[in-house]
Structures are given as structure tokens and as C-alpha cells.
T-cell receptor, first 112, second 113 residues
Framework: QQQVRQSPQSLTVWEGETAILNCSYEDSTFNYFPWYQQFPGEGPALLISIRSVSDKKEDGRFTIFFNKREKKLSLHITDSQPGDSATYFCAASDTNTNKVVFGTGTRLQVLP | EAAVTQSPRSKVAVTGGKVTLSCHQT?????MYWYRQDTGHGLRLIHYSYVADSTEKGDIPDGYKASRPSQENFSLILELASLSQTAVYFC????????????FGPGTRLTVL
């Protein structure tokens, strides 16, 4: 049973466009949602994260929008750059666990 | 300097053979994790540990053992490697369990023939 779902599986945008990556979860106890970025041949690295007390988190061109009622969140990448081409993982955890549950990832390609 | 290192970076093993994957971290973190990555499945947790000499089962522990002899080192052991264990394996460390940033190693690509 997939507790964290991501869509789309892959996404292609042109340089300068906004890429929108979606994520949903099932467990209402989740209260921490990190997004990890992974380049080919490397391990994932934390990009940006949000806690459930907030509905928005911004860091430069990257913004997380969080809807607790619907158990959904999205990562918006504005002014997408070819260097943003990577796989993005949405993840979730809560204060009662030492584990993080990862989604299956969205592969983003930004064309110049 | 890389804070989480893995060895080997790639390995070819034979079905039924024993495989040991090693992870070393210099972050001074208590928590360490082993994940496998497969296309279409993302990252799945195999085993984790929050203190030396103790390990916990993750979501897909069958066919794997783990060992945490010290705070810095965490190994993943495949006693009888199978074709289905062909994957990329990542080790990660973190300070506060599920609520803190995980720092990943570069991965080990394992191919079982």
C-alpha cells in the first residue's frame, strides 16, 4: 500500500516555465513533508520541506503548497532551468516514528 | 568531504552468494538507514538503526540483515542473494529520526546474476 503518491511520473517543461509536481498522502498523522532532489548517479538531497502547521513554504524558485484537509501538497518550480532536470521525491513522516515514507518520484526534464 | 560514503559503489554477485554493503558516516548522527531504489517504486526502507549494536526492520526487510557495530558504520547483508535484489542501494544518516534532513550516500549498484 503506497502511503505517499506522486504525479505525474514524468514531466517535461520548457526553460522559464513553471513545473508543478503533485503529492498526496493517506496517514493523517504525517506532519513533516520533505522534498528530495536526485540527479542521475547520485543520492537524493533535501531540497525544501514543510511542516503541517504551515500551508506554504518558499525557497527561491521552489515553493511548497500544502492542503492539510485534502492531504495534498505540491512543489512549484518557477522559471525552470535545465539544471533542475532531476527526479523529485515527496516524503512524509510524523513525530511518532523514526521513519520517512517516500513517494515513487517525478522525473522532471527541462528543455532549453 | 563526503559525510556518508558507501562501498562498493557497484557490485556483481551470483545468485545464492553472500553480499555485504557497507556505509560509513562522519556526521555524528545516531540514525542510519538502508533503502533500495527500483524504477517505479521510489525509495523503500529495508533496515534502520538509532543506536550502535541495535537494528530495526523497515518496510521490506525480508532477505536482508543489518549490522551497526559503531555509530559510524552500518552494513547491509544479503546472505543468499537473489535476482530480485538487483537494485541501487542507498545509505542515509540523520540526527533526529523522521523529522530531520536525511543525508544520503552516493549509492551502490548491485546486480545479481
Amino acid at each position: 500500500q503506497q502511503q505517499v503518491r506522486q504525479s505525474p511520473q514524468s514531466l517535461t517543461v520548457w526553460e522559464g516555465e513553471t513545473a508543478i509536481l503533485n503529492c498526496s498522502y493517506e496517514d493523517s498523522t504525517f506532519n513533516y513533508f520533505p522534498w528530495y532532489q536526485q540527479f542521475p548517479g547520485e543520492g537524493p538531497a533535501l531540497l525544501i520541506s514543510i511542516r503541517s502547521v504551515s500551508d506554504k513554504k518558499e525557497d527561491g524558485r521552489f515553493t511548497i503548497f500544502f492542503n492539510k484537509r485534502e492531504k495534498k501538497l505540491s512543489l512549484h518550480i518557477t522559471d525552470s532551468q535545465p539544471g533542475d532536470s532531476a527526479t523529485y521525491f515527496c516524503a512524509a513522516s510524523d513525530t511518532n516514528t523514526n521513519k520517512v515514507v517516500f513517494g515513487t518520484g517525478t522525473r522532471l526534464q527541462v528543455l532549453p | 568531504e563526503a559525510a556518508v560514503t558507501q562501498s562498493p559503489r557497484s557490485k556483481v554477485a551470483v545468485t545464492g552468494g553472500k553480499v555485504t554493503l557497507s556505509c560509513h558516516q562522519t556526521n555524528n548522527h545516531d540514525y542510519m538507514y538502508w533503502y533500495r531504489q527500483d524504477t517505479g517504486h521510489g525509495l523503500r526502507l529495508i533496515h534502520y538503526s538509532y543506536v550502535a549494536d541495535s537494528t530495526e526492520k523497515g518496510d521490506i526487510p525480508d532477505g536482508y540483515k543489518a549490522s551497526r557495530p559503531s555509530q559510524e558504520n552500518f552494513s547491509l547483508i544479503l546472505e543468499l542473494a537473489s535476482l530480485s535484489q538487483t537494485a541501487v542501494y542507498f545509505c542515509a544518516s540523520t540526527r533526529l529520526g523522521g523529522l530531520a534532513e536525511q543525508f544520503f550516500g552516493p549509492g551502490t549498484r548491485l546486480t545479481v546474476l
